[in-house]
């Protein structure tokens, strides 16, 4: 490994809010680095190849990756259990005693070792503290908004949080032409980094004394055309679905909410034609398209930099999560 970010999936597994993991446990999942060796049967890749781990593995052959319309590999954690690798077993020691993976990337390591469906051969020329953010946030984020909601020119959208996926969402927000582009946060610090990625208006819910969710319905005359919900909190998966515009308004939920987390709204929402829809790695197929979105950034289709707003050496891993649960970065890289 040569970078990684701190994601709030990772935060949720210390927190004990996702089920079905295993500890020890290495976590990260947003990565970038090189191959040092392969195993047997492994084509395509060879020592020295610049790589991201892949959170969401492409096998090429279940039911869902023979299908266009989504990318939810059947081989996901969301199926069967990524805690060892695929033959059951895994590959990490910590004091002579077994340690988890997480799935199958964990690249808060030095070395990690993934199966081949999970990790994407890219660009050698890539800046690694730049590409690891394919690995999660942007992609995510983004794709969200290119694949799953599928923005048009001259729509409004609304982006609830402006963490690395708010702000990528922002980004995906602005390069489909949305025309009013409403950003959201508690943090006020960020709006001007998000007007820099395309924002045209950003709005602080602790500012006004009624439902946030009612201010944009009436900002927008009636809502917005699409929405996103980037933080992973049930009220605020609500209140993005309620800012959309009755008849035809598109929430999209991108953040990833605690596993005991349970959702209750008013079914009216739905039947008078809105749409909910849900988000993961931004409809990715993963392994076809990470290489191809590192290629478009390095054909300068868009620009990351303000993506990154620490950038620390590994062993201050416990200083990026205090700024992750602080709200004081927009991504965190750590590099080995």
């Not at 047997?40 to 190849?49: A, E, F, I, R, S």
């Not at 998000?194 to 602080?204: L, S, Y």
């Not at 004394?209 to 929405?227: A, D, L």
């Not at 709200?327 to 590099?335: K, P, V």
Request: contains cysteine; aromatic residues 8%.
């Amino acid at each position: 490994m040569v970078a990684t970010g701190i994601c709030r999936t990772d935060d949720h597994v210390l927190k004990g809010a996702l089920k079905g993991i295993d500890f020890p446990v290495i976590l990260g999942h947003e990565g970038a680095g090189i191959i040092e060796s392969i195993g047997d049967g492994v084509t395509g890749l060879k020592p020295g190849d610049k790589v991201i781990p892949l959170c969401i593995p492409q096998c090429g052959k279940c039911s869902s990756c023979l299908n266009p319309n989504t990318n939810c590999c059947l081989k996901t954690h969301l199926s069967e259990s990524q805690n060892v690798m695929p033959d059951k077993t895994s590959r990490f020691l910590c004091k002579g005693k077994a340690a988890y993976h997480f799935l199958w990337t964990s690249t808060f390591s030095e070395y990690t070792v993934v199966p081949v469906d999970s990790v994407a051969k890219i660009d050698n020329r890539a800046p690694m503290d730049k590409a690891c953010l394919f690995g999660c946030g942007f992609s995510t984020g983004y794709g969200a908004v290119i694949n799953t909601a599928k923005v048009e020119p001259g729509s409004t959208c609304a982006v609830f949080g402006l963490g690395g996926i708010g702000l990528s969402t922002v980004i995906g927000c602005k390069s489909a032409g949305a025309e009013r582009i409403i950003a959201i946060d508690i943090n006020s610090g960020k709006f001007h980094i998000a007007k820099d990625f395309g924002a045209t208006e950003c709005i602080n819910p602790l500012n006004y004394s009624k439902p946030i969710q009612e201010v944009i319905t009436e900002m927008t005359n009636g809502g917005v055309h699409y929405s996103f919900e980037c933080i992973g909190n049930t009220d605020t998966m609500k209140a993005a679905l309620e800012c959309c515009h009755i008849g035809y308004g598109t929430s999209v939920i991108i953040g990833e909410a605690p596993s005991a987390a349970q959702i209750s709204f008013d079914p009216i929402l739905l039947f008078t034609g809105r749409t909910w829809k849900g988000s993961i790695f931004g409809g990715w197929k993963s392994k076809e398209s990470v290489p191809r979105l590192v290629d478009e950034f390095m054909a300068n289709k868009f620009n990351l930099d303000g993506l990154v707003s620490h950038t620390l050496p590994f062993h201050q891993i416990n200083k990026g999560f205090e700024l992750l649960r602080s709200g004081n970065s927009i991504r965190t890289i750590l590099m080995f």
